[in-house]
């Protein structure tokens, strides 16, 4: 045989390739995943910044505008001062019957879950979604305790940047 005959021109036989959509699609998937990971990280790291430590949360006792009394020496209550007639009790002091209530009302599954209750949140986001407003909250009592204590601060934070900008514009 002369080397300018062909002596074989089969190519060689192409492996088709696996489901190469469910490969992109896992790929994407797990990238989606991570980025949602990481903008979760950038962000608990941006808004956590100036919110009360916990030794300062301990405080919300001493913090709180409660009732001034006033007691004789024999201890009989003669005055009570305040603007908002607010006075401390301890767990203990409060009927269960308040506890179960409020309970009741505000969180039915609050001992079922760890402060944020992810099917609540997925529930109420696609009524809201699926109606285009705001009909359905998803708030458990621990997540209104932490919008009470720490909104307040954030939006200060926000109100007086905001303000710092436009200063600055002007």
Same mark, same amino acid.
């Given at each position: 045989?002369?080397?300018?005959?062909?002596?074989?021109?089969?190519?060689?036989?192409k492996?088709?390739?696996? =489901?190469?959509?469910? #490969?992109?699609? %896992?790929v994407?998937?797990?990238?989606?995943?991570f980025?949602?990971i990481?903008?979760?990280?950038?962000?608990? =790291?941006?808004?956590? %910044?100036?919110?009360?430590?916990?030794e300062?949360?301990?405080?919300?006792?001493?913090?709180?505008?409660?009732?001034?009394?006033?007691?004789?020496?024999?201890? +009989?209550?003669l005055r009570?001062?305040h603007?908002?007639?607010?006075?401390? +009790?301890n767990?203990?002091e409060?009927?269960?019957?308040?506890?179960?209530?409020?309970?009741?009302a505000?969180?039915?599954r609050?001992?079922?879950h760890?402060? %944020?209750?992810l099917?609540?949140?997925?529930?109420?986001?696609? %009524? =809201?979604?699926? =109606?285009?407003?705001?009909?359905?909250?998803?708030? #458990?009592?621990?997540?209104?305790?932490?919008?009470?204590?720490?909104?307040?601060?954030?939006?200060?934070? +926000?109100?007086?940047?905001?303000?710092?900008?436009?200063?600055?514009?002007?």
């Amino acid at each position: 045989m002369s080397p300018d005959s062909p002596t074989n021109t089969a190519q060689p036989v192409k492996k088709p390739r696996k =489901n190469g959509l469910f #490969t992109a699609f %896992v790929v994407y998937f797990l990238l989606g995943q991570f980025l949602i990971i990481a903008l979760a990280f950038i962000a608990y =790291n941006k808004l956590s %910044v100036g919110l009360p430590s916990l030794e300062e949360l301990e405080k919300i006792r001493e913090d709180q505008n409660l009732s001034t009394n006033i007691y004789s020496s024999d201890g +009989v209550l003669l005055r009570s001062l305040h603007r908002e007639k607010r006075f401390w +009790v301890n767990y203990n002091e409060i009927p269960q019957c308040m506890i179960d209530a409020v309970i009741a009302a505000e969180d039915s599954r609050f001992f079922k879950h760890w402060g %944020v209750s992810l099917p609540d949140i997925m529930r109420a986001a696609y %009524v =809201n979604i699926r =109606n285009i407003e705001i009909e359905q909250g998803a708030s #458990t009592i621990t997540q209104q305790l932490a919008r009470t204590l720490f909104l307040t601060t954030a939006l200060s934070h +926000v109100y007086d940047h905001g303000h710092k900008i436009q200063d600055r514009r002007y």
